[in-house]
């Protein structure tokens, strides 16, 4: 599954089994999840249309890809934090 959390000052994509494991895996990998304002699960069409930036983007590569959909990283039921507006 995906998810969104929001926060005051940043939004951060992860993924997770279900919601109690991404709040568990959360508070043990940042210390803590008292900042969240909010969690939303993305459905899978919704991630298709949600584009991340990619910041480690080389234009000499041409492989690499510029941007790509949340959907194409959120891949399996692993914990993991795949996009945040921090990374800018």
Same mark, same amino acid.
């Given at each position: 599954m995906i998810f969104k959390l929001k926060f005051e000052d940043k939004t951060e994509y992860l993924t997770a089994k279900n919601q109690l494991h991404l709040l568990q895996n959360y508070e043990e990998e940042f210390f803590g999840f008292q900042d969240i304002q909010e969690v939303i699960e993305i459905s899978? +069409? &919704?991630?298709?249309? @949600?584009? /991340?930036?990619? @910041? &480690? *983007? #080389? &234009? #000499? %590569?041409? !492989? %690499? /890809?510029? +941007?790509?959909? /949340? *959907? %194409?990283?959120?891949?399996? !039921?692993?914990?993991?934090?795949?996009?945040?507006? +921090?990374? !800018?």
């Open positions: 899978d +069409e &919704e991630a298709k249309k @949600i584009m /991340l930036k990619n @910041i &480690e *983007y #080389n &234009e #000499n %590569d041409p !492989d %690499d /890809l510029e +941007e790509f959909s /949340l *959907y %194409d990283t959120s891949v399996g !039921d692993d914990f993991c934090l795949v996009g945040s507006s +921090e990374w !800018d």
